[in-house]
């Protein structure tokens, strides 16, 4: 059930804050409605079906690293007016700490796939380079009047990319865009190619660039690395409908067990400084900020956090992200109430399969809700081995692997 007094509207710098540190939003998953194929699903919510118009195919396993970089890709075949572009990293990166403490490092690297007209990109495939140490990959569209600002802070920083915790590391836009996300799409653990459904895309145009924002945990070493984006490309034209993308986050305050609660890091102002110093002020403020977004929080392992529709919209795909502490997910429109419906349902959390769920199209009108509700648990910190010898803390949101996250995505198309 959500753990705040009423669903409301959050004020316009509300949304504004937590967009921007909300957009690259750590271990994401793959966008939420490529075409659907036959393979084996894991269990879902009743809206999920066979033949859903829109959905994502359950993925490979990459989050166990059964693939490496030298495997041979699987493409789908092309469709009719398509073709494939291929970003890659220019050179190796090798990951480290950038504030010196911490296991994670987020960079982001700028990447011109060089069109010379526009076009909808009709699916995507990430390859990660070295999958033993790449977290996770978004790609963020950069419209032609970022780019300018895009090109300096690349040629501002040292070495290739620029550190990225908490967004792409470019100037916010307006508060909206938590609505309307500058995605891309992303691989995740459990990801593979994906395809959108004949007449569906997102909308690139002539001049713009991408920007590849990799998670890269240290946990798992500091080899070197050389990520590539591949882009199912169509051209522009009024039969394709664009794809817009709502995010659903909600807080994280999950407090030590008893029996562990002298720890150091066991006060949630002593864990929140902790994540601060990790990753800096701004995208280590996304806990509090959570809280002006969807409301008053207490403690627990269960936690929500409603939006409000102000324009009518339809859901094509529904995918939810959580860390490593997740135990179950699930995302609703109108809970509570008698029109209550169910568009993901997790029970068990799967870190290593993150693949969006197919669904049948539900129509969303203004005033309707959309709630996301996950549960998170200490016990899996003696089950897991990344949690080896770390003790346990009061959790709160944050970028890292063994930190946690609560997020809902829902993909929808506009009138």
Same mark, same amino acid.
């Given at each position: 059930?959500?753990? &705040?007094?009423?669903?409301? !509207?959050?004020?316009?710098?509300? +949304? #504004?804050?937590?967009? /921007?540190?909300?957009?690259?939003?750590? @271990?994401?998953?793959?966008?939420?409605?490529?075409?659907?194929?036959?393979?084996?699903?894991?269990?879902?919510?009743?809206?999920?079906?066979?033949?859903?118009?829109?959905?994502?195919?359950?993925?490979?396993?990459?989050?166990?690293?059964?693939?490496?970089?030298?495997?041979?890709?699987?493409?789908?075949?092309?469709?009719?007016?398509?073709?494939?572009?291929?970003?890659?990293?220019?050179?190796?990166?090798?990951?480290?700490?950038?504030?010196?403490?911490?296991?994670?490092?987020?960079?982001?690297?700028?990447?011109?796939?060089?069109?010379?007209?526009?076009?909808?990109?009709?699916?995507?495939?990430?390859?990660?380079?070295?999958?033993?140490?790449?977290? &996770?990959?978004?790609?963020? !569209?950069?419209?032609?009047?970022? +780019? #300018?600002?895009?090109? /300096?802070?690349?040629?501002?920083?040292? @070495?290739?990319?620029?550190?990225?915790?908490?967004?792409?590391?470019?100037?916010?836009?307006?508060?909206?865009?938590?609505?309307?996300?500058?995605?891309?799409?992303?691989?995740?653990?459990?990801?593979?190619?994906?395809?959108?459904?004949?007449?569906?895309?997102?909308?690139?145009?002539?001049?713009?660039?991408?920007?590849?924002?990799?998670?890269?945990?240290?946990?798992?070493?500091?080899?070197?690395?050389?990520?590539?984006?591949?882009?199912?490309?169509?051209?522009?034209?009024?039969?394709?409908?664009?794809?817009?993308?709502?995010?659903?986050?909600?807080?994280?305050?999950?407090?030590?067990?008893?029996?562990?609660?002298?720890?150091?890091?066991?006060?949630?102002?002593?864990?929140?400084?902790?994540?601060?110093?990790?990753?800096?002020q701004g995208p280590g403020a996304t806990a509090d900020l959570l809280h002006l977004l969807c409301g008053p929080v207490k403690a627990g392992p269960v936690?929500?956090?409603?939006?409000?529709?102000?324009?009518?919209?339809?859901?094509?795909?529904?995918?939810?992200?959580?860390?490593?502490?997740?135990?179950?997910?699930?995302?609703?429109?109108?809970?509570?109430?008698?029109?209550?419906?169910?568009?993901?349902?997790?029970?068990?959390?799967?870190?290593?399969?993150?693949?969006?769920?197919?669904?049948?199209?539900?129509?969303?009108?203004?005033?309707?809700?959309?709630?996301?509700?996950?549960?998170?648990?200490?016990?899996?910190?003696?089950?897991?081995?990344?949690?080896?010898?770390?003790?346990?803390?009061?959790?709160?949101?944050?970028?890292?692997?063994?930190?946690?996250?609560?997020?809902?995505?829902?993909?929808?198309?506009?009138?």
């Amino acid at each position: 059930m959500s753990l &705040h007094t009423a669903p409301r !509207r959050p004020t316009a710098l509300a +949304v #504004a804050f937590v967009l /921007a540190l909300l957009l690259s939003a750590c @271990g994401a998953t793959q966008r939420a409605a490529p075409e659907q194929d036959s393979r084996p699903r894991p269990s879902a919510s009743p809206s999920v079906s066979p033949s859903a118009s829109l959905g994502a195919e359950a993925g490979t396993g990459h989050g166990s690293h059964a693939a490496t970089a030298g495997a041979p890709v699987r493409h789908k075949p092309l469709r009719t007016g398509e073709r494939r572009v291929a970003v890659q990293m220019p050179e190796d990166y090798t990951p480290s700490a950038p504030n010196g403490v911490g296991t994670d490092d987020y960079r982001c690297f700028l990447l011109d796939p060089k069109l010379a007209s526009d076009q909808f990109i009709t699916g995507f495939n990430v390859l990660p380079g070295n999958p033993d140490v790449v977290h &996770h990959v978004i790609l963020f !569209r950069v419209p032609t009047d970022k +780019v #300018a600002e895009a090109e /300096a802070k690349d040629a501002a920083t040292p @070495g290739q990319g620029w550190t990225c915790f908490g967004n792409s590391g470019l100037a916010s836009g307006s508060g909206a865009e938590i609505d309307d996300a500058p995605w891309l799409g992303a691989w995740a653990p459990g990801g593979s190619e994906q395809i959108y459904r004949a007449g569906f895309g997102e909308r690139f145009d002539r001049g713009s660039r991408v920007i590849m924002q990799v998670h890269y945990n240290l946990l798992a070493g500091q080899e070197p690395d050389r990520s590539t984006a591949e882009l199912r490309l169509a051209p522009a034209t009024d039969k394709i409908t664009p794809l817009e993308t709502r995010l659903l986050p909600a807080p994280v305050e999950l407090p030590c067990r008893p029996e562990h609660s002298d720890g150091p890091l066991c006060t949630r102002a002593a864990a929140l400084a902790d994540v601060k110093k990790r990753f800096g002020q701004g995208p280590g403020a996304t806990a509090d900020l959570l809280h002006l977004l969807c409301g008053p929080v207490k403690a627990g392992p269960v936690q929500s956090c409603t939006r409000t529709i102000g324009r009518p919209e339809t859901v094509r795909g529904v995918a939810g992200h959580m860390h490593l502490l997740g135990k179950s997910i699930k995302v609703e429109v109108n809970a509570g109430t008698t029109r209550a419906r169910t568009l993901l349902d997790i029970p068990v959390w799967d870190f290593d399969n993150q693949g969006s769920r197919p669904i049948k199209p539900v129509a969303l009108k203004p005033f309707d809700t959309l709630t996301v509700t996950c549960t998170h648990t200490q016990a899996l910190r003696d089950q897991l081995p990344a949690f080896d010898g770390v003790p346990d803390k009061y959790v709160v949101w944050g970028e890292g692997t063994t930190d946690e996250m609560c997020l809902g995505y829902v993909l929808v198309t506009r009138p």
